[in-house]
């Protein structure tokens, strides 16, 4: 996990990336689509991202997933550093 703070977008980004298989031929976009989930036999309900990706909207932020080719992904959460929240 890294955090940064984004000087040409003026946003705090904190950074999670995992070293799995990747995301294979999945669109980002849908990740944080509600009841989206490729875990549903292992008790995923799909909305985890999607409540993250909410409360951050609520805060002026967003959620980017950026895919590694055959080495996992790298999620970030970028809120605004300055300014008032989005409503």
Excluded: C, N, W
């Excluded at 805060?59 to 008032?84: A, I």
């Amino acid at each position: 996990m890294t955090t940064a703070y984004a000087s040409e977008t003026d946003e705090v980004v904190l950074a999670v990336e995992d070293e799995g298989r990747g995301m294979g031929g999945l669109s980002p976009e849908r990740l944080a689509e509600p009841f989206f989930t490729t875990r549903r036999e292992s008790g995923g309900t799909g909305l985890g991202l999607h409540i993250v990706s909410s409360i951050a909207k609520e805060h002026g932020g967003r959620l980017r997933f950026l895919p590694r080719q055959d080495r996992g992904t790298r999620v970030e959460l970028r809120l605004p550093s300055t300014g008032s929240v989005v409503r």
